[in-house]
C-alpha cells in the first residue's frame, strides 16, 4: 500500500473510532444485532423489472466486491459484477442478472473526475461518487446497457460482453448513445447497440471549463465547472451542476481546500450525491466543517436556476448511537433519498453480512435496520449492494407529519 493510501486508511479509521465512541457514549446499551440471510438460490434475469422497480416496490442494485484496503480502487466500478432487484419489504429477489468480466479477476474501471473551479480556482480532483455514475452515466436509461471507463461494454440482458469498435474512453450511456471522449480531449457519440464502422457524431462544446456528461433526458449535457454555492445546514456547500441535477460538491471552498491538501481523503467525495443527483449527504472527510458532524442530516434540491441551488434539510431524530452504522464515506456506504426527501436509505458494506441496509425518516425517533427486521440482504454472496434506485413507502409512515 502507498503512504498515500496508508494516509488515507488511517485518516478514515480515525474518524470511524470516533463514531464508535459516539456511539458508546450516548447508547443504553448494545442494540441487537442483524441476523445474517441465506440468499437461497438466484432468481432469473428480468430486465423489465428495472424500469419499473420504484412502482412495483423493488429497489434495483449494483452487486460489486466488498470494499478492501485499497479505497482509491474500490471507488471505481467492477467487474464481475451483477445487477439485481429485490422487494423492499419482504427481501426477495426478484430479478438477478450476473455481469461477466474478460479475465478471471477482477476488472476495476478507472477514475473518473468533473473539473470543478471557483473564482478561477480549481478545486483537488475527487473521484465522482460511483452511485450517481453507475445509476446517470455507467448504465444505460433503460439499464439495458453498462460500461465505464477501462471496462468492456456490457450486454446486461445477454448476460455477455459486446465487443465494439469505438476509438477513445467510453464516458456514459444515453438513449440509443455512447458518450466518448478521445485522447485529444474531443467529445463524440456512438449509437447504442454498436454499429460497426460508423463514425463518432463529434460534439461542440461551449466556451469554457467543463465536460460533458448524459443528462437526464438521456442525451450528452454540458456541465460547466464554475460550482454553484447552496446552504446545507448551517454551513455553505458548493457543487456542479448541468442545470436538472448535481454532479459532484464540496463543503469547502477551493481556497481552503488549496491551503489544507492534508485534510483530504481523495476515494471519498467530500458529498455523498443520491443516484439521481437531487440530495445527498456529507462524507466522512477529514476537517470536515464542525456544523456537518451530524449523523442525521441530509439534503434535497428543490431547484436549479438563475445561477442558484436551492436545497431543503432534513434531520431525524433517531439517537446517533443508532444510526452511528448508517453513516460513513462513499466507498463503504450507498445512500439514497425517497418520498419526496422525508426518508434517506443506506447500504453499508459489511464483512460478515456482505450488505446491511437500513432507513430513517424525518422526525422519526427510530432507526430501521431492514437486514435485522425484515431480511434484507444482497442477492450476490460476499458482495456491497450499491443503490441504483429505491421506491417510495419502505417504512410505511412517510406520509406522517414531522414533529
Known amino acids: 500500500m502507498t503512504p498515500a493510501r ?15 465512541l459516539l ?50 480502487q474500490d471507488a471505481r466500478a467492477s467487474l464481475p459484477a451483477a445487477l439485481t432487484a429485490i422487494d423492499v419489504r419482504t427481501g426477495q429477489t426478484r430479478s438477478y442478472c450476473p455481469l461477466p468480466a474478460p479475465a478471471a479477476g477482477v476488472l476495476r474501471g478507472q477514475d473518473h473526475v468533473l473539473g470543478m473551479q471557483q473564482d478561477g480556482a480549481g478545486y483537488p480532483p475527487f473521484l465522482t461518487d460511483l452511485d450517481l455514475l453507475l445509476r446517470t452515466q455507467f448504465l444505460s436509461p433503460d439499464l439495458r446497457w453498462f460500461a465505464a471507463p477501462g471496462l468492456p461494454l456490457v450486454d446486461v440482458a445477454a448476460g455477455r460482453i459486446t465487443p465494439t469498435d469505438w476509438a477513445g474512453t467510453t464516458m456514459g450511456l444515453g438513449r440509443d448513445l ?26 461542440t462544446a461551449p466556451p469554457g471549463a467543463g465536460g460533458f456528461v448524459i443528462g437526464a433526458d438521456g442525451r450528452p449535457a ?15 456547500a458548493y457543487a456542479i451542476t448541468d442545470g436538472t441535477r448535481l454532479y459532484a460538491g464540496d ?29 445527498g449527504f456529507a462524507t466522512l472527510v477529514p476537517g ?41 464515506g462513499a466507498v463503504e456506504r450507498s445512500r439514497t433519498i425517497t418520498d419526496d426527501g422525508r426518508v434517506a436509505v443506506t447500504a453499508a458494506a459489511d464483512q460478515s453480512l456482505g450488505t446491511r441496509f437500513g432507513a430513517v425518516a424525518e422526525g422519526d425517533p427510530k432507526a430501521h435496520d431492514l437486514t435485522r427486521e425484515r431480511g434484507l440482504h444482497c442477492p450476490r454472496p460476499a458482495s456491497f449492494c450499491r ?13 406522517a407529519p414531522a414533529p
Not at 6 to 19: D, H, N, Q, S, W
Not at 257 to 274: E, V, Y
Not at 297 to 321: E, K, L, M
Open 222 to 236: 454540458w456541465v460547466p465547472a464554475a460550482v454553484r454555492p447552496f446552504a446545507f445546514g448551517s454551513t455553505t
Open 178 to 203: 455512447a458518450l466518448i471522449k478521445n485522447d485529444q480531449g474531443a467529445w463524440c457519440t456512438r449509437s447504442l447497440p454498436p454499429k460497426s464502422g460508423e463514425p463518432c457524431t463529434p460534439l
Open 387 to 399: 443503490i441504483l434506485s429505491w421506491p417510495d413507502g419502505t417504512l410505511g409512515n412517510e406520509s
Open 251 to 279: 463543503t469547502r471552498t477551493a481556497a481552503a481546500r488549496k491551503a489544507a491538501p492534508q485534510a483530504l481523503m481523495p476515494a471519498d467525495p467530500p458529498l455523498d450525491l443520491t443516484p439521481t443527483g437531487r440530495g
Open 23 to 72: 456511539a458508546a457514549c450516548t447508547s443504553s446499551g448494545p442494540a441487537p444485532g442483524p441476523t445474517p440471510t441465506s440468499a437461497g438460490a438466484p432468481a432469473p434475469c428480468r430486465v423489465d423489472l428495472f424500469t419499473g422497480g420504484p412502482s412495483a416496490g423493488l429497489a434495483i442494485l449494483w452487486a460489486g466486491p466488498l470494499p478492501g484496503a485499497d479505497v482509491e
Open 288 to 328: 470536515q466543517p464542525q456544523a456537518l458532524h451530524s449523523v442525521n442530516d441530509w439534503f434535497t434540491v428543490d431547484s436549479i436556476a438563475g445561477g442558484r441551488i436551492r436545497t431543503a434539510y432534513h434531520h431525524t431524530a433517531a439517537p446517533n448511537a443508532d444510526t452511528a452504522w448508517m453513516w460513513g
Open 6 to 20: 496508508l494516509g488515507t486508511a488511517a485518516r478514515r479509521a480515525a474518524v470511524l473510532i470516533g463514531l464508535a
